[in-house]
């Protein structure tokens, strides 16, 4: 299974999010992660689209997350991503050549197609039993309880405090 990277800065400003108490521009959310704000822009209007974020407009405006922390898997920011469609398709690759198997009697997926299918489906299971809750709590274990809370005064601190 590839992912896109924007996969993974959805994912971190998702869970950075769940610290922020106002709206958070992408500029801002951009410069904590030091990558590029076009970049960003683009895995925050992704989210958006899909309704994982909202765009508040305005002088004090930026992304808050729709729903909470709880309720949003890492499914859910998969998808908004990189799509929903499945990471294997069956091409029938059986009915081909010299030896292949009429259409007529292909009445099941054949082997391949069903491994796969259900790799696919417990990959999407194991995304969706996870939350941006759950990787917000992650942080608070793997760097202090002190980790999260920083991001979020400094993604809202004032022009003059940055």
């Known amino acids: 299974m590839k992912l896109s990277g924007g996969v993974e800065w959805a994912l971190h400003c998702c869970v950075v999010l769940t610290a922020a108490g106002d709206p958070v521009p992408a500029a801002r959310l951009a ?3 030091d990558v590029s704000p076009s970049y960003l822009a683009k895995q925050m209007q992704a989210l958006s689209r899909a309704g994982l974020v909202h ?45 292949g198997t009429p259409p007529e009697q292909c009445t ?10 259900a790799a696919d489906a417990a ?4 995304l969706a039993a996870v939350t941006i809750a759950d990787l917000a709590a992650s942080v608070a274990g793997d760097s202090g309880p002190e980790a999260l809370p920083a991001v979020g005064a400094w993604l809202n601190a004032g022009p003059g405090d940055r």
């Open 55 to 99: 765009s508040v407009q305005g002088k004090t405006g930026g992304y808050v997350l729709t729903r909470r922390p709880e309720e949003v898997t890492l499914l859910d920011v998969v998808q908004a991503v990189d799509g929903a469609s499945p990471a294997f398709v069956c091409t029938e690759i059986r009915q081909r050549g010299p030896l």
């Open 108 to 117: 099941r997926q054949c082997p391949v197609a069903r491994a796969m299918g």
């Open 123 to 126: 990959w999407r299971a194991s």
């Open 31 to 33: 410069a904590l992660h």
